[in-house]
């Protein structure tokens, strides 16, 4: 019968700890932690509201621990499959296994559907394997090894779709694998800024349609990485910092550091990528953001009780005269939040929106 998960239910019948591995990365500076040194730390971590790193640099030993794959923190588990709103015979499609948790909370939600889950990582995959026959209490996902950005068309059409990866733009596939007036979840982003959470309504015209739903902050699908991973953002990326066109601007940098002036300035500089690096000791209120495309790069530096700003800039574009004009464009539509903006996907791309599907996003200022 056709009724919504008790996720209350569901949850407490599927805990994390099982799903986690041994060793796992948490905290603001990703610390190691692992069980068979620090069992007590370990415990905390697993039981704590917060994202573990279960993965770093595809499993190598590159040693650039950028992380590459992990369990979500468990509120935001809740808020996504609450998003996904499934009912408990329908079929669904999971991108991203990971450790596998999600697609176990899934399976038991869904005591008369089914669950599919793709993941691209076959060492991850293996792992979810093993947890999931070791410890899923109901029937099992279908697992499968694979890109997820091509959705997964031998168990299609899905009722409900979910990402737990980052994408830049949604693929057409998952909009043709999804039924008619199914819902699409995902973390949706740019390099400028990713945090969106993209909630899609699948129409009977062969479009998805919907609007941001909440904050997240989710690693890439593997092929959308950053092409900065891995390189110093200053002493690579910015190879020349200190050649430099100077100027003054009256534009105090911090308001455009608050998350929805940051998403809003993304939806319009999608392609270029920032940082910022605070001063220490007595000059900790000190900041400098740093923007860069790979080509150009800007530099603002803030202190504090000063009314003029000195900007450093290179390359062809004025970044951060760009940088302004999006600011001032969404300001100028009255500063809209994140989730007054939404994405309609066709088959020949997405665009972003504001206020619904008609109020395309103006992409700010032209370029030269
Ligand atoms: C945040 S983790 C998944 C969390 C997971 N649902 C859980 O409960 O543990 C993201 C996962 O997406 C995987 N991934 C990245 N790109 C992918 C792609 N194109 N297709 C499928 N999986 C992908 C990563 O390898 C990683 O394991």
């Known amino acids: ?3 919504r998960p008790v996720w209350n239910r569901v949850f407490a019948d599927t805990p994390r700890r099982p799903y986690i ?3 796992v990365w948490a905290g603001d500076d990703d610390a190691r932690i692992d069980r068979t040194v620090d069992p007590d730390a370990w415990a905390d971590a697993v039981a704590a509201d917060i994202p573990l790193v279960t993965q770093v640099d595809d499993g ?4 650039h621990m950028i ?9 935001l588990v809740r808020l996504m499959l609450e998003q996904l709103d499934p009912r408990t015979d329908q079929n669904v499609l999971e991108l991203g296994t990971g450790t596998g948790w999600s697609s176990a909370l899934l399976s038991a939600a869904l005591t008369e559907g089914s669950v599919t889950t793709v993941e691209v990582d076959e060492q991850v995959a293996g792992a979810a394997r093993k947890t999931l026959k070791d410890h899923c209490r109901t029937t099992l996902p279908t697992m499968v090894v694979g890109d997820g950005l091509e959705g997964h068309k031998e168990g299609a059409p899905y009722h409900r779709l979910i990402a ?3 994408v830049r733009h949604v693929p057409y596939a998952w909009v043709e694998q999804t039924t008619s007036g199914g819902v699409i979840v995902t973390p949706w982003g740019n ?3 990713n945090s969106g959470l993209l909630r899609l309504i699948v129409g009977d015209n062969g479009t998805a349609s919907g609007r941001f739903v909440g904050n997240v902050n989710f690693m890439w699908a593997r092929s959308q990485r950053s092409k900065f991973d891995g390189r110093r953002f200053v002493g690579d990326v910015i190879s020349d910092p200190d050649t430099a066109r100077i100027r003054h601007t009256l534009t105090d940098p911090r308001p455009l550091r608050e998350e929805h002036a940051d998403f809003a300035i993304g939806l319009r500089l999608p392609e270029v990528e920032h940082r910022t690096f605070f001063g220490r000791g007595d000059r900790a209120e000190e900041f400098t953001v740093w923007y860069a495309d790979g080509e150009s790069w800007a530099a603002i530096d ?9 900007v450093n800039e290179s390359g062809p574009r004025d970044l951060w005269r760009e940088i302004e004009a999006a600011y001032d464009a969404w300001r100028a539509q009255g500063e809209p939040p994140r989730e007054q903006h939404g994405v309609t996907v066709t088959r020949d791309g997405q665009w972003t929106w504001l ?3 008609n109020g395309r996003v103006d992409i700010g200022p032209t370029r030269t």
């Open 60 to 63: 190598t030993d590159v040693g």
């Open 302 to 310: 803030y202190k504090p009780g000063v009314d003029s700003y000195e």
């Open 21 to 23: 591995p041994a060793v």
């Open 355 to 357: 206020d619904g599907p």
């Open 67 to 75: 992380p590459t794959s992990s369990a979500s923190m468990p509120s």
């Open 1 to 3: 019968m056709s009724a």
């Open 191 to 193: 390099v400028y800024n």
């Open 164 to 166: 737990t990866m980052a």
